[in-house]
C-alpha cells in the first residue's frame, strides 16, 4: 500500500517544499517576535516525546534565570481563538498536552489556531523573555531563532513522506535545524533524552503516591493512547510490572467503556490522565515521567539566542 501511495507523496513533497521556499525568499511573511523563540518538533507525525521535552526545557530555562512562556496549537480543544490555559481547564478545551504542560512547566501556556497570535497574545499578558512553540518544526508563520528536532526510538520508519509514510519533511530537513535530540534513538544526535519515572500517584488524590514495588502481583491494565503506546509498556516492564496493555490512538477522548475492566487497578500517562476523572470503577495511579538530557540542551539554546539580534 505504501508503494502505491509514493505518487502522492510525491504531491505532498512538492507542496511543501514549496510553501517552505515561499516563507524562506518572503513570498510569504513570518511574523518576527520581540523575544527569542525556540521551535520543538519534529519530522514525523505522532508522539515522539516533545512534550516531556517541552516541560523540561521550560524548567531547566527558569533555573537559569530565564522567563519562558509556551504556545501551542492545542490539538484536540475546543477553543477557536487564542486562550491561556488554567489549570482548572479540561483537555476537551484546551487539548490533552497543552493542559499537561501548563500543570508541569509551570509557566503560562496560550494555544491557538494561528501561533502567532498566540504568542502576541502570550507577550501582551506575561512577562516572558523567551517563546517555546510545541511541535512548530512545520509552522513557519512564526520566525524562529532556534529550531530542535526530536527523533524517538522508531526513527523514520520506511522514510517515506505522507501519505506513504509518517514523514511531514524529508530526513534532509534534519540538517538544517540547530540541534536534534534523540528519545531513546540509536542513530546520531546532537543530544540524547530519556524519560525516567517510578514513582505513581492516585488519579483522585495526587497525594497519594506508591512506588512500583506496592503494584507489583496486582492485575494491572495499562491504557495509554500517546504517539506510541508501546513505549509507556516497556518502561512499565523495566520497573518490574506486569500489565495488560490497552492502545489507544493518541490524543484518545475516553468514554467509560474504555475503562471497563475487571482486575485491581489501572496505570496510565500523565496525558492520559487529563481525560481520565471520572471515567474508572478501578482506582487509577498516574505515572509522571521526566525528561533526563545530556549534555544541557537548555545552556546551547541560551548560546544560541544571545547571539541574535532582536527588535
Given at each position: 500500500m505504501a508503494w502505491l501511495l509514493l505518487p502522492l507523496s510525491l504531491i505532498f513533497f512538492?507542496?511543501?517544499s514549496l510553501r517552505r521556499l515561499a516563507y524562506r525568499t518572503g513570498w510569504l511573511s513570518s511574523v518576527r517576535l520581540p523575544v527569542p523563540v525556540v521551535v520543538v518538533g519534529g519530522i514525523a507525525v505522532g508522539g515522539s516525546g516533545k512534550t516531556p521535552l517541552i516541560i523540561w526545557l521550560a524548567q531547566r530555562l527558569r533555573e537559569l534565570g530565564k522567563r519562558p512562556g509556551i504556545v501551542s496549537r492545542g490539538y484536540g480543544g475546543d477553543y477557536q481563538d487564542v486562550h491561556r490555559v488554567d489549570d482548572d481547564d479540561s483537555a476537551a478545551e484546551v487539548g490533552d498536552e497543552p493542559l499537561l504542560i501548563r500543570r508541569r512547566g509551570n509557566c503560562p501556556v496560550f494555544v491557538g489556531r494561528q501561533r502567532p497570535a498566540a504568542a502576541q497574545a502570550l507577550l501582551a499578558e506575561c512577562d516572558c523573555?523567551?517563546?517555546l512553540c510545541d511541535d512548530g518544526l512545520q509552522h513557519y508563520a512564526l520566525a524562529r531563532d532556534v529550531e530542535i528536532a526530536v527523533i524517538d526510538r522508531r526513527g523514520f520508519w520506511n522514510g517515506f513522506l505522507l501519505p506513504a509514510g509518517p514523514l511531514r519533511e524529508p530526513r534532509s530537513r534534519l540538517a538544517t535545524v540547530d540541534a536534534v535530540v534523540g528519545n531513546d534513538w540509536p542513530g546520531p544526535a546532537d543530544f540524547h533524552m530519556r524519560l525516567e519515572g517510578s514513582l505513581f500517584c492516585r488519579l483522585d488524590d495526587r497525594g497519594v503516591t506508591c512506588a512500583a514495588a506496592e503494584l507489583a502481583g496486582l492485575q494491572l491494565h495499562a491504557v495509554a493512547g500517546i504517539g506510541e503506546p508501546e513505549r509507556f509498556f516497556d518502561h512499565l516492564a523495566a520497573i518490574?510490572?506486569?500489565?495488560?496493555?490497552?492502545?489507544?490512538?493518541d490524543h484518545h477522548v475516553y468514554r467509560a467503556g474504555d475503562l471497563?475492566?475487571?482486575?485491581?487497578?489501572?496505570?496510565t500517562t500523565?496525558?492520559?490522565a487529563v481525560k481520565l476523572a471520572g471515567l474508572a470503577?478501578?482506582?487509577?495511579?498516574v505515572l509522571p515521567v521526566s525528561a533526563v538530557v545530556e549534555p544541557d540542551l537548555a545552556q546551547f539554546v541560551l548560546e544560541r539566542i544571545d547571539g541574535c539580534a532582536f527588535a
Open positions: 512538492v507542496a511543501a523573555d523567551v517563546i518490574g510490572l506486569h500489565v495488560h496493555g490497552h492502545a489507544f490512538a471497563d475492566f475487571a482486575g485491581d487497578a489501572i496505570v500523565e496525558k492520559d470503577s478501578l482506582p487509577v495511579w
